[in-house]
């Protein structure tokens, strides 16, 4: 839904929480850093101009496309990679850090945590910004989200945190949380193709979309969590 619509950001907080997360785990610009799960290419691209090394992932050729045509409007250099972030094509050690943003949650999470270790360097530092439940949710509900959005599951603050330890990673305490709803969330000069809501399948999904959400925002919140490489990994 989101390719056809060409929406540019649909990350948790949009561009404020990104360089929020970026500011809070202590990445500075110049060093080599991998988005998993770029999208459009939006955060790719405020990366690049910002002087850091970019490469940038994702397993869908037309978020690519647009993200290339982005990347050349701005004028700034990133390396577009199309492939899946469970199976990434780089060697062990390659980056300084890695970025998602609300795309572990789509993959197998633990595989993914997997992956992102891999590729990082030693003393290299995770970023990432994903949904987690604030409090409990009734069953059915929590199954026709999961079902509806192709989930393995829905995860609080603490169930995030064992995956990354379990992958390797130190985690930054306190993990921040902030509302769902959020005024700054949405992508900075964002167009959305709202002719393409004539297509059934797409005003359908839209439709799904904002009544379970909607109906259950206050079950959730933004999680930004911190996790580090040490020197040596210590499998839990």
């Not at 997360?21 to 790719?44: F, Q, R, V, Y």
């Not at 577009?80 to 060697?91: H, I, T, Y």
């Not at 393995?152 to 130190?170: A, P, T």
Request: with cysteine.
């Amino acid at each position: 839904m989101l390719e056809k619509l060409g929406v540019i950001g649909a990350h948790p907080g949009g561009m404020g929480k990104t360089r929020k997360l970026i500011k809070a785990a202590n990445i500075p610009p110049g060093c080599k850093i991998l988005e998993a799960g770029c999208g459009a290419g939006e955060t790719a691209c405020y990366l690049a101009s910002a002087g850091f090394e970019v490469t940038a992932l994702d397993n869908r050729p037309r978020f690519l496309q647009i993200a290339k045509e982005r990347a050349d409007m701005m004028d700034v250099t990133v390396n577009w990679v199309e492939a899946d972030l469970e199976n990434m094509p780089f060697p062990p050690d390659s980056f300084d850090a890695v970025l998602a943003e609300s795309v572990t949650l789509f993959a197998n999470i633990q595989n993914a945590f997997d992956e992102y270790f891999r590729v990082l360097k030693p003393g290299g530092v995770l970023a990432d910004c994903e949904i987690v439940l604030k409090q409990d949710i009734p069953q059915a509900m929590a199954q026709q989200i999961t079902d509806f959005m192709d989930l393995d599951g829905l995860y609080k603050v603490g169930e995030w945190i064992q995956f990354m330890e379990n992958s390797g990673f130190v985690v930054k305490q306190p993990v921040e949380r902030t509302e769902l709803w959020d005024p700054d969330q949405f992508a900075e000069g964002q167009k959305v193709d709202t002719s393409l809501f004539l297509d059934s399948a797409v005003s359908q999904a839209a439709a799904m979309y904002f009544e379970l959400m909607i109906s259950n925002f206050h079950h959730f919140q933004y999680g930004m969590f911190i996790g580090k490489k040490l020197d040596v990994k210590k499998k839990i």
